[in-house]
């Protein structure tokens, strides 16, 4: 009996807790549209998340309790519904992510409270009532649903065939912090789906202005939050649906629907690009011990460990491979700015020997690492820089030895001096007695 | 005011052609010996001075709370010995009648000494 629960529970250790944040997903979604995902739910269970399901206006379960998360992820697939629940607000959403929590929000083109969350973050969503509308290629199915490209990128796997697409796109703002993941194809554009042409022709006369168009419109965009947290916006929830993922696309072949799916969810759920500083340690050249504080000049070696979140040994493992990491040694300016390189002996160690500037202060090592898509790493430590102590100068230096015997000669001239000068003195004396 | 008094080389030039070579004639003839010793170690402290000076210009300043205690010190001691040859000199009787030539060489003597302890402490 107890092998077979050692067994269980090492079977349950293998599959539970994929994200490096936790594993109990809400999903906010009404009950007819919850049968459209079922492919997308199964792949989350598959890869060892609790799905709890929440009607949009079921007051239970809640997203926070006193200000404490209930979950670690929200997936906010309700996209077609207008009036939410009483905690279901933009500025608990907000607040979930300060918190760490991931969210994944879907908008569509039915205007409701996602409408202005969108713009929070930096994605202004077109008009209400205007989808994506594409003619390009030429397929049976409505313009409304159009199949878009994937571009390489650090969030998709390489090489996925076109998505299904159907919902709103919206401009991206220039915020550091917004991830580009799919974005429009250039000749898609929002408009009112009954009236694309008239609404070209005006929009031709004004010289495309006010035309939602082009391939800088966002369709899917993660946003990465200061503290670790991660946004998740899609232009239609229907991008995750069985629908799309079973539907063939205009040449025949079988879509990126189900890979995509699982890929943005994987980056909004912490599951991939996820790095933390597991220690830092400074020290002078030759110790071991990190001094309380630096004199100017020291050779001060600094060292950082990094680790990336391996979602499928369900452990953090050394991050190898960075090649921009960068030190300051900042007050108030970096007086310092050097790359870390990589500890080849000791993976994921970082590492590097400067010598501390010839200012006394209170300075800080500043690791600030942020890539786009990548968890941003963050480390200060302050430490003071003091000038040497009163016997801590190099002395008897061997440029100074021509001062060294000046003073000498000097004294030893007072000397000889005050002898002779004396004896002088005493035979003067003498010669005066004799006189 | 400190000629060379290192060397007393007889000259066979007439003094009157040469006011240099007269004046040297006759610090040599009227100078107490006493005066004129103390002349020689002005003139050595000068040249070391010196030498302190042009090294500082010319090689390094560093460090250079050693420049400024060795070229003080000749300084210092420059000045000291001057002071006590004007108090000595049998021609200022007069302008220091309160202070005897034994008292003069004391004060010259402990400022000297004062002088060397800053000057080996700022040394280092």
Redo the contacts between chains.
């Keep these: 009996m107890l092998p077979l629960l050692s067994l269980l529970i090492s079977l349950v250790t293998l599959v539970v807790a994929r994200s490096s944040t936790g594993t109990d997903v809400l999903v906010i979604v009404s009950a007819e549209e919850q049968k459209d995902y079922t492919l997308f739910f199964e792949d989350l269970e598959g890869r060892g998340y609790d799905l709890f399901f929440r009607e949009p206006k079921a007051e239970k379960p809640v997203l926070l309790d006193a200000d404490v998360p209930q979950f670690h992820h929200v997936l906010m697939l309700a996209s077609d519904t207008k009036a939410f629940a009483s905690d279901i607000t933009p500025q608990n959403i907000v607040e979930l992510l300060t918190k760490n929590v991931n969210v994944v929000v879907a908008l569509s083109p039915k205007q409701n409270l996602f409408y202005t969350l969108a713009p929070e973050f930096g994605l202004v969503p077109p008009p209400p009532g205007t989808p994506l509308i594409s003619y390009f290629p030429e397929r049976t199915d409505p313009p409304t649903v159009l199949p878009v490209h994937v571009a390489p990128g650090p969030i998709v796997t390489p090489n996925t065939p076109p998505v299904w697409f159907s919902g709103i796109p919206f401009s991206v703002g220039n915020s550091p912090l917004l991830v580009p993941i799919l974005n429009a194809p250039s000749e898609s554009f929002a408009s009112d789906s009954d009236s694309t042409t008239e609404s070209i022709v005006e929009s031709v006369e004004k010289g495309g202005e006010g035309l939602w168009a082009g391939s800088s419109l966002g369709l899917v965009t993660g946003f990465q939050v200061t503290d670790g947290g991660r946004a998740l916006f899609l232009g239609g929830g229907a991008i995750l649906s069985d629908a799309f993922a079973n539907k063939a696309l205009p040449d025949g072949s079988s879509s990126g629907n189900k890979q995509i799916a699982h890929d943005v969810s994987a980056w909004a759920f912490q599951e991939s690009l996820v790095l933390r500083i597991d220690e830092t340690s400074h020290h002078v050249v030759n110790a071991t011990e990190p001094k309380e504080y630096y004199t100017t000049n020291d050779q001060v070696v600094y060292t950082t460990k990094i680790s990336r979140w391996n979602a499928k040994e369900n452990e953090w493992e050394p991050h190898t491979g960075v090649d921009d990491l960068q030190l300051e040694f900042t007050m108030l300016d970096p007086h310092v700015r050097t790359g870390i390189p990589e500890d080849l002996a000791r993976p994921g160690t970082y590492s590097v020997t400067f010598r501390a500037p010839d200012r006394h202060g209170v300075f800080k090592f500043i690791v600030d690492y942020r890539r786009k898509g990548w968890t941003h790493l963050k480390s200060a430590i302050t430490v003071p820089v003091v000038p040497p102590r009163h016997d801590g100068y190099p002395r008897f230096l061997s440029a100074a030895w021509p001062y060294y015997a000046g003073a000498v000669s000097t004294s030893v001239g007072f000397v000889l001096f005050a002898a002779l000068y004396l004896a002088g003195e005493t035979k003067e004396a003498g010669k005066k007695k004799k006189e | 005011m400190a000629p060379k008094s290192t060397s007393s080389k007889a000259t066979t030039v007439s003094p009157s052609s040469n006011p240099v070579l007269a004046l040297w004639k006759s610090y040599n003839e009227q100078t107490p010996?006493?005066l004129r010793?103390?002349d020689a170690?002005l003139v050595?402290?000068m040249l070391?001075?010196v030498?302190?000076f042009v090294?500082c210009v010319l090689?390094?300043n560093?460090?250079f709370n050693?420049?400024l205690?060795?070229?003080s010190?000749?300084v210092g001691?420059f000045v000291l010995?001057a002071s006590l040859r004007s108090q000595v000199d049998p021609e200022n009787k007069n302008e220091f009648k309160e202070v005897s030539p034994e008292r003069a060489?004391a004060d010259f003597?402990f400022g000297?000494i004062v002088l060397?302890f800053f000057?080996?402490n700022f040394?280092?």
């Design positions: 010996d006493r010793f103390i170690f050595f402290l070391t001075g030498i302190q090294y090689v390094t560093f460090p050693a420049f205690a060795g070229f010190s000749t001691q010995t060489f003597a000297s060397h000057v080996f040394l280092g």
